[in-house]
């Protein structure tokens, strides 16, 4: 009769055999058939952590990601979950193509664990070519895809510096508008490694800038009426950041920043935009520093199809409290995803932002329509607002998942991998503004909803195809785009 050490023991080996070679870094690397002794409150050592594939980063950021150390005892129960909550740690870090956990069973209570990574492409000296325009449908519908309204010339990234997960930024871009911008952002600055710093810098002009929104929720642009000068607004800046990170899914960011913003004179006109500023002066000197809690503890932090993600923000501009650009601005957002299993997903956010005092300058109004807070079908338009509430709810399933080898081989890349979702979509917003400022959307309830095709792939790049609806019987297709690099 075997003895309960010499049973725990051929278990043991039978589970680390199941671990699975996967190759396809966006799933699990565990067989489904690995499953961990259960009912056993028994404790495995771990006796060495091996990292192996790196070969810029330092072991040492790898290592800073995995809640479990050398010396340490997980319950055997529990080591399939740990095991993948820390490759899914690593692989966010966003320096890996692909992360693997491996065991190597020692004794029936002693293993290591090793650790293979494949380092994604840090270097990018690439000339660029972007339109200036809100969001891509936007420069195609409205303004014909026009060559005139794009930006040209080189963008140098590194994303591991030094191997310690920092990144330079690099901008010379000319053509519609000029931007010369620099940032260094340095998230392990100091020897526990919980501590990080980020500085930038950069001066941009512009031929056209947005100097008001009409009624129908569409932006009205200046452009150059002299002959002195093409560009009719410019922007220098200067900020610095302070973060702090001592686990694994909180952060604490501190920013503190200045600009001065200049416009053509003429913006300033009664017939125009005298709010622009809200001081009767054609430049503005802006102080502003902010406070930022960020919580992060998801499957991929670039798409997400599991977990959640929250902040909330405080922000000051200005030295004062009323008048002027001066503005208090209050923002949180919750987004919660789903395995809903059977390769379906859902996922819902929530984002709201508050501006004090409600009365604001134009340049202070920018509510839904900006950035990322926008509903789904009202890509053209803009709601100004100081308060705004935002809802999106997303219901999707992987229909698709497999790889196109390439013809030539790269040490970071030797395929490329294609998973795709179709889903459906529906969406609630609310942009509050001050009667004198309000357009037909402002202060009523908007929806919009859709559906559509997210095809996500190599170095976690996103394409959306979606079809969507609004509520003022608007439908149109739209593309949208993200990256991880």
């Known amino acids: 009769m075997l003895s309960r050490k010499k049973i725990l023991y051929c278990a043991l080996l039978l589970f680390s055999s199941l671990i699975a070679k996967s190759q396809n870094q966006n799933t699990v690397i565990f067989n489904s058939a690995a499953k961990p002794i259960q009912d056993s409150s028994a404790k495995l ?4 952590i091996i990292v192996k594939g790196n070969k810029r980063t330092k072991e040492y950021i790898i290592l800073r990601e995995i809640q479990f150390q050398k010396g340490d005892s997980i319950v055997i129960a529990s080591l399939n979950k740990e095991l993948e909550q820390a490759r899914q740690q690593v692989y966010n870090t966003t320096l890996f193509t692909e992360v693997k956990f491996e ?52 963008k140098f990234v590194h994303y591991n510096l030094s191997g310690r997960r920092d990144q330079l930024r690099l901008y010379f871009l000319t053509g519609f508008s000029r931007d010369f911008s620099f940032s260094y952002n340095a998230p392990y600055s100091n020897s526990k490694l919980t501590e990080g710093f980020v500085v930038s810098a950069g001066y941009s ?17 200046y452009t150059s009426d002299s002959l002195r000068s093409k560009f009719v607004g410019s922007t220098f800046y200067v900020s610095a950041g302070y973060a702090i990170r001592r686990g694994f899914f909180n952060k604490h960011i501190f920013n503190a920043g200045f600009s001065r913003l200049t416009v053509s004179d003429s913006v300033l006109l009664a017939k125009n935009n005298p709010h622009y500023f809200n001081t009767g002066k054609a430049a503005a000197n802006v102080f502003e520093i902010a406070y930022t809690f960020q919580h992060v503890h998801v499957n991929n932090v670039l798409y997400a199809t599991k977990g959640k993600t929250a902040f909330a923000g405080i922000s000051k501009r200005g030295v004062g409290f009323t008048g002027g650009i001066n503005a208090l601005t209050v923002e949180a957002g919750l987004n919660k995803y789903y395995d809903l299993g059977k390769k379906w997903y859902s996922s819902i956010q929530l984002n709201g932002k508050v501006i004090l005092p409600l009365y604001q300058p134009y340049i202070n109004q920018r509510g839904l329509g900006y950035g990322d807070s926008y509903l789904r079908g009202l890509e053209y338009l803009v709601i100004d607002g100081t308060a705004t509430a935002l809802i999106k709810s997303t219901l999707k399933k992987k229909v698709a998942e497999f790889k196109i080898k390439l013809p030539f081989k790269l040490k970071s890349l030797s395929s490329i991998p294609f998973t795709i979702f179709t889903k459906t979509y529906a969406d609630l917003g609310y942009a509050y503004n001050k009667k004198e400022f309000a357009s037909n959307l402002n202060n009523t309830l908007l929806y919009t909803g859709g559906f559509g095709i997210d095809i996500l792939t190599f170095y976690d790049v996103n394409l959306r195809f979606e079809y969507s609806f609004n509520q003022l019987n608007q439908k149109g297709l739209f593309l949208h785009t993200q990256s991880g690099f």
């Open 103 to 154: 065991l190597a069973v020692l004794s029936a209570y002693d293993v290591d664990v090793t650790v293979t990574v494949r380092e994604r492409w840090y270097i990018y000296p690439v000339p660029q070519f972007k339109p200036v325009d809100r969001n891509f449908n936007e420069w195609i519908k409205t303004y014909n895809a026009s060559l005139k309204r794009v930006n040209y010339g080189l």
């Open 205 to 221: 002009q512009k031929k056209e800038i947005p100097y008001k929104t009409t009624y129908t929720d569409s932006l009205l642009f």
């Open 45 to 48: 050592c771990i006796k060495d």
